[in-house]
C-alpha cells in the first residue's frame, strides 16, 4: 500500500529561502504567524495528511462515489476523515478570522493544500470546491449573505460547489443557457449543469451551490450571466433547514481517475425552478468568476506538484527496494535506484517538484502580499505577479506534473502497470488537472494575451529581469556549481526574453502567431521561472552551508538537485523558443481539411 | 462509441515512398506480392480491423477478462472474433508456406499488424504471443517441433504463449529460477512465471508455452538458461490430444489498461512437473530469445504508433464536431480545431504518427532484405540496419506513443477524462508499451552500448549520413519549403551525429556517462531519424505533385506536415544534444542518498 510522507523539510526550506517568509510574517495581521506556528501548523497537518487521508487514497479509488437511490454514497472513511479534518479547524485556515478563519497566511496555506492534494486527491477536492464557493461569497457576497454562510463553511457544516460547465459551455462560459427568473427576493434557476464536482453527497446536511445562470432580460454572451447562491436546503435565519430545494444529482460520471470525488450532473428546476439569492449585480457572474478562478487556478496547479511529489515519493521507495541487475559500476545486489536511468528519472521527478514547489510558494507569498502590504504599491504588483505566475503554475505545473506520474509508474517497471502498486493511480488521478479550471490551452492563452500583450510586456519583463538580476548576481559567489547555474540561467533568461519580444513584435498585427505559439511560451516560462526558483535555493544552501546552518547534506542536495535541473531540463528553454520563433506560422498556416 | 478506420492512403504512401516497396517485391520468393496483392490485403484487412476488431475495444476494456472457477474467460465476442481472424488466414500472414503460412512481405505485415493494434490492442496481443512463439520455434526448433507446431499455430488451432519473467526476474533474466529436470525425451518444469500474455484462456483447445528455465547442472546465470515448449495439453503424434499438463492459471493481474488481454500469474509443476521439450540446445535459452527479441520488439513499437493513430482519430473527430467559442479569426459556430492550440495538438499527433510509421516500415523492409535480399552483402546490411533501428522503432515509438494518447485525452478537454468518451482507454492501453518487452531505458541502454559503442558507431555512421546526404540532397529542389525541411533535417543531423561522437569519446574510458546519456540519445535518434523519413516523404509528394500523380490536397498534406515536423519536432535533438554532453555527468555525480 503506498504511503505519503509530507515533504516538511523541502516545504520549510521553500517558505524560507523561497517565499521569503520572514517577509510574509511581518506583515500587517500576520504578526502571529511566527515560524513556531509555521512548525506546529506543518508538523501536524503532515499527521493528518500521512496517516488520516493517504491510507484511504487507494480505497477510495477502487470504490467510488456511487450513486444510490438519487443518493451521492462517498467511499468508506470519507465522512469521518471529512468530520475530523472541519474538526481540526482546517478548512478555514487561511480564512477570515471575522467568519471562523484562523487569518494565517495563503504562504503556509499552499504548502497545506499540497499535504492534502498529495495525500488523496480525490478527497482534498471537496474542500477546495468549497473554498471557491466561499472566495466568491465573500468577496461579492451581500453582508448578510457572508454572515449566513461563510462561517458555517469556513468550519465545515456545509460544504460548497462551482456550477459553471454546461454541456455546451465548457471553456466557453459564455455559451450558458441555465436561466434565473426573478421572483420576489430570489429568483428560480432552471438548467443542467455537468462536471460538478462534489455535487451532491450526504457527508454534511447542507451544500451551498454557487450556479452561473441568466436573467430574462440579460445581454448576450459573456455581459449576460449572473452568479447565483442555490442552496440544496433552503435555510431558516437561524440557520436551521427547511425545504429541500429543487435541485439534484442525475447522475455521476465514469471517470479516468478522482474515483473517489463524486462528479456530478445536476438538474436545477425539475419542479418549478430552484430558489437561488442573487450574489453580487446581475450580469456581473462572468467578472466575479474570473476574480476567484485565480485561487482555484493555483490551487490546482498545485495538484500538479502534489501528485508529482507523491508519485516521487513512490518511485523513490520502489527503486531503493527493487533489485533487478547488477547496476554499472554497483554491487550484485544493488537496488534499481543505482542504475543511471532509474536515477535519471527520479531525478527529473525531483528537480522538476522542487522548481514547482518554489514558484508556486513564491506566487502564494505574493497573494498575502497583494492582500496585506501597507504600501498600495506593493499590493498592486503584488497582484501583478499574481496574476502573471497563475497560468504559469497552472498550465506548466499541471502539465509538468501528470508527465512526471508517468514517469514515476515507468520506474517501476511492470508493476507500474499493476493497479495494485498505486503509481497508475496517481497517473490516472492527475490527468485531470491539465483540464479542469480551465485546459492548459486556455492558460498559455491567458498569459499570452491578458498578461504579456495587453501591458506591453511590463510585468513579463520585470519578471524576468528579475530572474536575469538574480543571474547575474551568482558571478561572484563562484565555483563550479554556480558557474553552471549561471550559464544556464542566463541561457534561459536569454529565451524567455528572446520569446516575449516575438510575441509583442506579432502581437497586435497577427495574433493567430501568438495564439499558435502560447503553449510553448506557458512551458518556456515555466522552465525559465522554476530554474530561477532552483538557483536561488541552490544560493540560499550555500550561505546556510557556508554559515554551518542547518543539514549539510540536505543543503549539498539542494546544490545538486539545482544544477541537475540546470543541464538536464533548462535546455528546454532554448527548444521551445525554436518552436516559437519557426513554428508558429506552420501551425496557422496548416488548412484544416488537411488533417 | 470510437471507431477507428485504417489509414490506408497513409499506409500506402508510406510502403511506396518510404519503405520502397518496389524493392520489397523485387526480392526473391516475394515476385507474387505485387501491388494489387498489397492493395487487396490492406483493404481486406481494414475491414477486418474497422468492423470485427474496433467495435469490440471498448466493451472489452469494460469486461475485461475474468479467473472464474480456473478458467480464463474472455471478454465477449472475442472467441468469434479470434476465430474470424484465423479462418481468414491473417495469423500466417508473412509465415513461411511451407507451414501454412502465407509468405508475404513483413513490411505488409508490419502495417496490418498496426491495424490489428490501432483497432484492438488488447485483442492483438494474442496474436503477437503467438508470433513469437512461433518464431522461437521456427529457428531453434528440431524439424519435428516445427512440423508439429508450426502448422497449427499459423493457422490459429493453438496459441502461443512467452513465459519469461519471474517475480525477482523481470528486466533482468539472468536471475530465473525456474527448473528443468530432464526425464527421457522430455524435462520436468517447476516453478512460477508472471505477466504472461493470454497465459490462459478457452477461445482454443491448446496453448503452446515457450518457458525459459534451468537444468539442474546449468551454470550460473545467464548463460545457464534453456528454452522449452510446454503444452497445455499434451498431444499424440496425430495432434489429438492427450492428458492436461501440470501447469494452471493461478490468478490474472488487476491492470492500468489492456483490460480484455489476460495477463497470467502461470505455476508450472505443482504436480510434479509439467513436461517441456528442450528447443534447441541446453543453456542457450536467452541467446535464442534475443533473436527472436527483435521481432517482438519491433511489433511493440508499432503499438506506440497504433494507439497514437487511433487516438488522432478519434481527437480529429472530436475536434471538428466540438464547437466552443469562436476560434480566433474564425466563424461563430466554427469548431474547435480551428483554434490554433488544438491545431497544434492534433498536429503534434499527425506528424510524429508518420515519421513514426515511415521510420517502422523502413526496417520493416529491412527485415525482408535480410530474409531474402540474394546478396550476402546485402543480407548483412539490412540484418545490422534492423539491430540498430529496433530499440529506436521499440523506445522512441512508444515514449512518444503515450504522450500523444495524453494529447487525445486533452484535445477532448473535459471529455477526455470521461471513459464513456474512449480517449481515456488509449491513454490507459497504451501506457504498457514503453515497459514490457524491455523498458524505454532497456532499448536505450541496447542502442547505446551494443549498437553504437559495439561497432565504434559504424552503422550509426551509416544511418546518420544517409540523413545527410539526403538533406544534402534537398538543396536543388528549391522552394522555401525544402530550404525549411533541408535546414531543420540538417541540423539534426549534426546533433545526432555530435551525440555519437560524444558516446563514441566517453564509452570505453567511462560507460556511466553513455549510460545516464542513453535515453536522450534513444529519443535524439528517434526525432532525427523520424525527421529524415518526413523529409522523404514530402520529397516524394513533391515529385507526385509535379507528375500529376496522385490526390494532390493529400500531397500537398505531406509536404505540410513535414513542415510543421521540421520547425516544432525537430528542436527537441538539440535539446536531447545539450543533455547529453552537460548532463549526463550531473546524474552520474549524483549521490543516491541525496533523493
Chains 1, 2 share one sequence.
Not at 465522512?79 to 480564512?95: C, I, Q, R
Not at 522542487?354 to 501597507?374: F, K, S, T
Amino acid at each position: 500500500m503506498p504511503s505519503y510522507s509530507a515533504p516538511v523539510k523541502d516545504m520549510r526550506f521553500a517558505l524560507e529561502a523561497l517565499a521569503d517568509y520572514d517577509s510574509i510574517a511581518a506583515l500587517p495581521g500576520l504578526e502571529e504567524a511566527t515560524w513556531d506556528v509555521v512548525d506546529a501548523v506543518l508538523e501536524e497537518a503532515g499527521k493528518v495528511a500521512s496517516d488520516l487521508l493517504a491510507p484511504l487514497n487507494a480505497s477510495g479509488d477502487a470504490e467510488g462515489a456511487r450513486l444510490v437511490d438519487g443518493k451521492v454514497r462517498v467511499a468508506a472513511g470519507w465522512k469521518e476523515a471529512y468530520d475530523e479534518v472541519s474538526a481540526g479547524g482546517w478548512l478555514g485556515l487561511s480564512g477570515d478570522p471575522e467568519y471562523g478563519g484562523q487569518g494565517l497566511p495563503s504562504t503556509l496555506g499552499a504548502a497545506v493544500t499540497e499535504m492534502w492534494q498529495a495525500a488523496n486527491l480525490a478527497f482534498s477536492l471537496n474542500g477546495l470546491l468549497t473554498q471557491g464557493a466561499m472566495d466568491a461569497i465573500e468577496r461579492n457576497g451581500s453582508p448578510q449573505q457572508k454572515e449566513f454562510y461563510l462561517p458555517r463553511m469556513m468550519t465545515g457544516e456545509w460544504t460548497g460547489t462551482m456550477n459553471l460547465t454546461e454541456p455546451q459551455a465548457g471553456s466557453d462560459l459564455a455559451a450558458i443557457r441555465t436561466r434565473a427568473v426573478p421572483e420576489g427576493d430570489h429568483y428560480r434557476i432552471t438548467g443542467q449543469k455537468i462536471f460538478i464536482t462534489y455535487g451532491d453527497h450526504e457527508m454534511t446536511e447542507n451544500i451551498v451551490h454557487l450556479v452561473l445562470a441568466r436573467t430574462p432580460d440579460a445581454p448576450e454572451g459573456v455581459k449576460g450571466i449572473s452568479l447565483f447562491v442555490v442552496p440544496k436546503f433552503l435555510a431558516n435565519a437561524d440557520g436551521s433547514l427547511g425545504e429541500r430545494n429543487d435541485l439534484r444529482c442525475v447522475s455521476l460520471e465514469e471517470k479516468l481517475g478522482i474515483h473517489a470525488s463524486p462528479t456530478a450532473v445536476m438538474s436545477f428546476g425539475d419542479n418549478g425552478g430552484a430558489v437561488g439569492y442573487l450574489v453580487g449585480e446581475e450580469n456581473r457572474g462572468l467578472e466575479y468568476m474570473f476574480v476567484m478562478m485565480n485561487r482555484a487556478r493555483f490551487d490546482v496547479g498545485l495538484q500538479g506538484l502534489a501528485m508529482a511529489e507523491r508519485a516521487y515519493q513512490q518511485a523513490l521507495a520502489y527503486a531503493r527496494d527493487r533489485v533487478q541487475g547488477k547496476p554499472l559500476g554497483g554491487q550484485p545486489g544493488a537496488a534499481i535506484v543505482g542504475h543511471p536511468d532509474v536515477r535519471r528519472m527520479l531525478l527529473m521527478m525531483k528537480s522538476q517538484i522542487e522548481a514547482m514547489r518554489g514558484l508556486a510558494y513564491v506566487c502564494a507569498a505574493n497573494m498575502d502580499r497583494a492582500a496585506r502590504a501597507a504600501d498600495p504599491g506593493d499590493r498592486a504588483a503584488a497582484q501583478a505577479r499574481i496574476e502573471f505566475l497563475t497560468p504559469i503554475v497552472k498550465g506548466w505545473g499541471t502539465e509538468v506534473g501528470v508527465e512526471l506520474t508517468s514517469v514515476g509508474v515507468q520506474v517501476h517497471g511492470g508493476m507500474g502497470f499493476i493497479e495494485e502498486t498505486g503509481a497508475a493511480q496517481f497517473y490516472r488521478d492527475s490527468r485531470i488537472t491539465t483540464i479542469y479550471e480551465g485546459t492548459s490551452g486556455i492558460q498559455a492563452n491567458d498569459l499570452v494575451f491578458r498578461k504579456v500583450l495587453r501591458d506591453g510586456g511590463r510585468v513579463a519583463r520585470d519578471v524576468i529581469g528579475a530572474a536575469r538580476d538574480f543571474a547575474n548576481e551568482l558571478a561572484p559567489t563562484g565555483g563550479e556549481d554556480f558557474a553552471t547555474l549561471r550559464a544556464a540561467l542566463t541561457d534561459g533568461v536569454e529565451a524567455a526574453q528572446a520569446a516575449t519580444d516575438w510575441l509583442l513584435e506579432r502581437g497586435a498585427a497577427d495574433p493567430l502567431g501568438p495564439a499558435a505559439a502560447a503553449y510553448s511560451y506557458l512551458r518556456l516560462m515555466g522552465t525559465v521561472l522554476g530554474g530561477h526558483q532552483m538557483a536561488r535555493a541552490a544560493l540560499a544552501a550555500a550561505r546556510k552551508l557556508q554559515d554551518g546552518d542547518g543539514d549539510a547534506d540536505f543543503l549539498r542536495a539542494k546544490i545538486a538537485t539545482a544544477r541537475f535541473y540546470a543541464s538536464n531540463v533548462m535546455p528546454e528553454a532554448r527548444m521551445r523558443l525554436a518552436v516559437i520563433r519557426d513554428g508558429a506560422d506552420d501551425i496557422v498556416g496548416f488548412s484544416e481539411d488537411r488533417f
